[in-house]
């Protein structure tokens, strides 16, 4: 299974984050990969619709923010908001 | 890029979630895949370090506050927070 391949990969999976802003319509999957003793990094990798696989800096404010958003368009039980 | 054709599959990834709590410490990467076309539900997918992937329900509390604490354990720059 190549999602945990990846995840077992015993190293850092970025080497530089995107700065510029992407749009969340782009992005096909939003993958979050905690610190660990793989890498000291957290890593937040977006697979855009394109196929491109970018790098997200996890401190940054629309990352953040866009994460914040895909979870909350999920929205069945109101009250659970991050 | 197998991330990118799980992507691009044309259903829902998940049919059911779990709701059992699962320590962010067994869990190698989240992915979070917006709603679109392939499915009008978002999808928190986890790859545990077992290998073992499980569906997580995206309003549940407990799956926001992970994902909360995976990108908050990242914090060079002070000040970004969810």
Chains 1, 2 share one sequence.
Do not use: Y
Not at 24 to 33: A, G, K, S, T
């Amino acid at each position: 299974m190549s999602l945990a391949q990846m995840g077992t990969e015993l190293r850092c999976q970025c080497i530089k984050t995107e700065s510029r802003f992407i749009h969340p319509r782009l992005m096909q999957i939003v993958d979050l990969i905690p610190s660990g003793p793989h890498c000291s990094n957290v890593e937040v990798i977006a697979t855009l619709k394109s196929g491109q696989r970018v790098c997200l800096e996890p401190t940054a404010p629309w990352v953040i923010r866009i994460i914040k958003k895909i979870l909350e368009s999920s929205k069945p039980t109101p009250g659970s908001q991050l």
